[in-house]
């Protein structure tokens, strides 16, 4: 039994490395017999455990491939439950023991379950994902020849791995399951084995072994849903899962060794699904205060004097709260520090100047603020913004100066504030990653402008950049490497999508809106016509001139004139799309785009987006219903050349007559099962005739998918012909 069908064509490792190092590690003890590896850190692997399929590993000799493995091991006449049993093998053992280039004993790896039957589990992996390291990175500075023969072995071996996870997620082919093994445990067992898969790849980059690592996205999606599955299970919210959470498979593994945050009750997160989380999304009209305990709810409201807010607004000056004995007392900001508290009004502090707060909870803030500088003078859009709407729209206009300005911006957030101090920093991080405050649009730029970003853990006032000297302690520390430490890729997955946070902004600090798109993923506000103001002091524009349009789609097609410069691949992003003349590329929403170039180099106008792309463009028009999505066409004559396919994101507009492909990338995908964005559209055909400096006017259609087929299609299929060629677009 091959492993795969792919690996019929693997050939035998024919190659010696040399010198790879003594193992240091003690099969009989699970000790590291190495004063190198006394700084380890166990976790930094881990899955949940697997259940063995009672394949026999241990009494045969190392093998440097899964294909050498497999073929020593299967016995004539081996049943399907034996192939499944020594595919997990192959994929689990083997993989390691081609990697390591040691042998593993199964008892090393191997432990009785609850029910008796032998389960693999994580517990020493890391004692041999460290062991290797240091191996490696020694006969790499003492042998290169060695080095890189080895490098060339884990290549190999990782890369075939993937192809075999690759296959097994396919429908065509279910070596697990043809074995007997219930759907459940087969998902289970691909998915742990994507896990280790990952690790190793991930390890083998930092050791500069191969380049940056890829499970490949169709793989990586499908095995990601089993530990996704049960994740919500246990009550994490469906959408911070689905949507914040990084699909890296190490970081799943790890939450799911992780209790949910829980606020209110274990199910509070039941009516959320993929798409959207209900429990943070407030409604205004039934909207009621918290109280903090030990408050028993009764608790007086504490109003600042409106009409001081109101005359230092009118003043254009920032108003703060000072807290005493005696009540509130309002100053202007310019006069002192103070505090610039961020929060989420589903925690039950939101509120208006006119209204206040329970009593409880400022004299908590105040406490907390209190901390931090002398006086404890803070601002917070519930005591500092009035209701009125036009000082309501001076407070927002001066929102970016506010948190800038601030020594201290504090979050409080109740998922966050539960966290233990003596959390994991992993935990920690996870905890700020799927919280409240990271998924509401309002506070990326309170947390982005801050020249001092703290949250509130427990009982601890935690700076935001010490996340940074955490990872670097939890990390690989390998002493005759100074300098080098090896983070464990759970850790890198939640930390580099909230290392944003970890650098303290400049007085000056100006984003461009590539910059920033990422970072709107998964956040939402309740108003939609609130979006655009939300991010306007990221990009250095004045809300204010957005506050004149009432309705959302008016709000977006002024702030992308106010933004002038956009992505050039922000027409190809898969969202519904505004109907304004010369906006039609432009979408409604770019809270879910995702990360698209940083670099913003088109131009947007009041007539249309003015850029250089590439272009396919046909002689004749074709009207694009459901017949004809998924057109395929050539862009040469040669009938061995490649045969591309175009599908539209979306179901086709009535009526909709293209004559041209728009691409997002440079050129066309250059192999077979390659795609790119693109969106189809109409060239007027007397910009056609014109010289090639005057831009090319055409008309948006859609945006859609274009994907290299290959170049052996049945010539019977009808197939446009296109002329490539890159030019100054202008696109309405």
Not at 27 to 35: E, H, K, T, V, Y
Not at 685 to 692: H, P, Q, R, T, V
């Amino acid at each position: 039994m091959p492993w795969s069908t792919a690996s019929r064509m693997e050939q035998p490792d024919m190659s010696l490395v040399g010198f790879t190092g003594e193992c240091a590690v003690d099969f009989s003890s699970g000790a590291l017999n190495d004063p190198l590896h006394k700084h380890l850190h166990r976790e930094y692997v881990f899955f949940p455990s697997m259940a063995w399929l009672e394949c026999s590993h241990d009494g045969h000799h190392l093998c440097s491939t899964l294909g050498d493995y497999t073929k020593l091991r299967r016995k004539r006449g081996a049943s399907k439950r034996d192939d499944a049993a020594l595919w997990q093998s192959a994929m689990t053992f083997g993989l390691l023991e081609a990697v390591f280039n040691v042998h593993i004993p199964e008892d090393f790896l191997l432990s009785s379950g609850g029910n008796k039957q032998k389960v693999l589990t994580s517990d020493m992996m890391s004692i041999l994902v460290f062991d290797w390291l240091v191996r490696f990175l020694t006969v790499k500075q003492r042998d290169q020849q060695s080095a890189e023969t080895w490098s060339t072995r884990i290549q190999s071996a990782l890369s075939w791995a993937n192809n075999g996870l690759a296959e097994e997620c396919l429908a065509r082919r279910k070596t697990l399951q043809r074995g007997g093994i219930s759907q459940g445990e087969a998902e289970l067992i691909l998915c742990i084995t994507g896990t280790i898969v990952e690790t190793l790849s991930d390890c083998a980059y930092l050791a500069g072994i191969m380049g940056e690592p890829s499970l490949g996205t169709f793989t990586k999606s499908v095995l990601a849903d089993t530990y996704i599955e049960m994740l919500i299970d246990v009550g994490w919210c469906p959408f911070s899962i689905h949507k914040i959470v990084p699909r890296t498979l190490s970081l799943l593994a790890y939450a799911t060794r992780c209790d949910p945050p829980v606020r209110d009750h274990a199910d509070e997160h039941r009516g959320c699904t993929p798409d959207i989380c209900g429990f943070y999304n407030v409604d205004t009209g039934t909207y009621k205060n918290r109280h903090h305990a030990p408050c028993d709810g009764n608790c007086r409201y504490l109003i600042p004097s409106s009409d001081h807010v109101m005359n230092f607004l009118e003043e254009e000056e920032i108003p703060v709260i000072l807290v005493n004995e005696s009540g509130i007392t309002v100053r202007r900001a310019s006069s002192g520090p103070y505090i610039a508290i961020s929060h989420v009004w589903a925690d039950g502090l939101g509120s208006t100047t006119e209204k206040g707060l329970p009593a409880c909870q400022v004299a908590r803030i105040a406490s907390l603020a209190s901390r931090l500088i002398p006086g404890g003078a803070f601002w917070m859009d519930a005591l500092c913004i009035p209701e009125l709407r036009k000082l309501r729209k001076k407070a927002i206009k001066m929102m970016a100066r506010t948190y800038r300005q601030a020594h201290t911006v504090l979050v409080i957030d109740a998922g966050i504030s539960a966290c233990p101090s003596s959390m994991h920093t992993t935990e920690k991080l996870l905890r700020i990653k799927t919280s409240g405050w990271m998924q509401r649009l309002w506070t990326l730029q309170e947390g982005m402008l801050a020249r001092r970003l703290v949250f509130q853990i427990s009982d601890e006032q935690v700076e935001a950049s010490s996340f940074l000297g955490s990872i670097i302690d939890e990390g690989f520390h390998i002493s005759s490497f100074p300098g080098l430490t090896i983070t464990p890729p759970s850790m890198r997955g939640v930390a580099e999508s909230v290392a944003f946070l970890m650098r303290p902004a400049t007085d000056d600090a100006i984003h461009t809106l590539g910059q920033i798109l990422g970072y709107l993923e998964g956040r939402a506000t309740s108003k939609a016509e609130d979006e655009t103001v939300a991010i306007s002091g990221l990009l250095g524009l004045d809300p204010g001139e957005l506050f004149d349009h009432r309705l959302a789609d008016d709000r977006m097609r002024a702030f992308l004139l106010l933004v002038r410069k956009v992505p050039r691949g922000l027409p190809f992003a898969s969202a519904p799309k505004l109907t304004f003349e010369g906006f039609r590329w432009a979408p409604r929403s770019i809270a879910s785009i995702g990360t698209l170039e940083v670099d913003s180099d088109v131009l947007c106008t009041a007539a249309g987006l003015e850029g250089e792309y590439t272009l396919i463009s046909f002689k004749e028009e074709l009207e694009l219903d459901h017949e004809h999505n998924g057109t395929i066409f050539r862009v040469s004559e040669d009938p061995n050349a490649s045969v591309y396919t175009v599908v539209l994101d979306d179901d086709p507009p009535l009526g909709l007559r293209v004559n041209a492909i728009l691409l997002h990338a440079s050129t066309l995908p250059p192999q077979s099962g390659a795609a790119t964005n693109c969106a189809v559209v109409s060239i007027h055909c007397e910009s056609i005739s014109k010289d090639e400096s005057t831009p090319l006017a055409c008309d948006y259609g859609a945006s859609a998918s274009l994907t290299n087929l290959s170049t052996d299609q049945d010539p019977s299929v009808p197939m446009g012909c296109g002329t490539q060629m890159k030019r100054q677009i202008f696109l309405r």
